[in-house]
């Protein structure tokens, strides 16, 4: 009896994901959001002409004890997105516990960044000349995780 009742609650969970996922479509992602998780919006932006041959990039984000000095910064979670045209605004799934899986773990507040890895030219090599990526010269891609959107600003390396 116990086997069927799993069985049973695993189709019901599995039907009500494939009905929210048609809901939460983003980006060309359809991405159920774990229940431990929130979502950041980070609008990209840039000001100039962008030509994308390549529309699939990985948004990574990183978190760091801001008071620690020559530590790297942790992986927390990242994503794949397609995107055709710049400017474009995304939903990055984030756990609710990001600030307890920066090692070293951190004292005080949590600093977060994103990443770009973006083969926008599609040449077969990401975050090379003639790719879109950060523009860490207007503004460095740091972001909070409390509800507002997050601006971040993008460039073709050169």
Known sequence: MKKHFAIL???GTLTLLSCNAADKKTNAETT???????MVKIEFSGTENFTIKNPKLKVSLYGSDPTLAD???????EK?????????TIDLPVPNDAASKITPSSKGPAKYYVGVEWDSDGNG?????????????????????????????????K
């Open 125 to 157: 090599k990401a975050n090379e000349k003639g790719d879109i990526f950060i523009d860490h010269d207007k503004q460095f891609p740091n972001v909070k995780l409390d509800g507002e959107t997050q601006k971040v600003y993008l460039k073709v390396l």
């Open 71 to 77: 530590v790297p910064a942790t992986l927390i979670t």
């Open 80 to 88: 794949e997105f397609e995107q055709t045209s710049v400017p474009f």
């Open 9 to 11: 609650a695993m189709a």
């Open 32 to 38: 159920p959001v774990a229940a431990d998780s929130k």
